[in-house]
Every structure is written in structure tokens, then in C-alpha cells.
């Protein structure tokens, strides 16, 4: 029977009977060796860069019917 070990607590907890089949299925694509701990978090780095005096575009970001696009205006 497939195993989990809590770092914490060290102790055993028995895996759900149907995941069972699935770890066995897929032993071929999953590591032999795993970490004891998810990696750290680290801070997202997204940026978008802007050009200065840039017009921005100022459009409807999807089409609509004309009743739509005159509420949007209002």
C-alpha cells in the first residue's frame, strides 16, 4: 500500500484506494526521489512596458451589438 509522510507530524497516511492505481499506472512519468516540501515562494516578476507619450488604444475589447456598445458608452 502507497504511503504519504507528512514532514511535520512523521506520520504515515494511506492513500485513497483509487488513487492507488493511478500512482501505479503512472510510476513510468513520476520521479523515484521527491522533494519533502513544496519549493519556496517567490515573488512574481510580470511588467509590461509603456513608452512614454504613447496613445493608448482606445477601443472596445470585443464586439457588440449596437444596443451593448451604446450602454458601454453611456
Known sequence: MALFMLEKEEEEIPL????QPLI?????????DLP???PP??????????LLK???PNKMAY????TETKEHQR
Open 24 to 32: 501505479h499506472k503512472f510510476k513510468d512519468v513520476s520521479p523515484v
Open 41 to 50: 515562494i517567490m515573488g512574481a516578476e510580470h511588467q509590461i512596458d509603456l
Open 63 to 66: 464586439r457588440c451589438n449596437p
Open 54 to 56: 504613447a496613445s493608448l
Open 36 to 38: 519533502l516540501r513544496l
Open 16 to 19: 485513497h484506494p483509487l488513487a
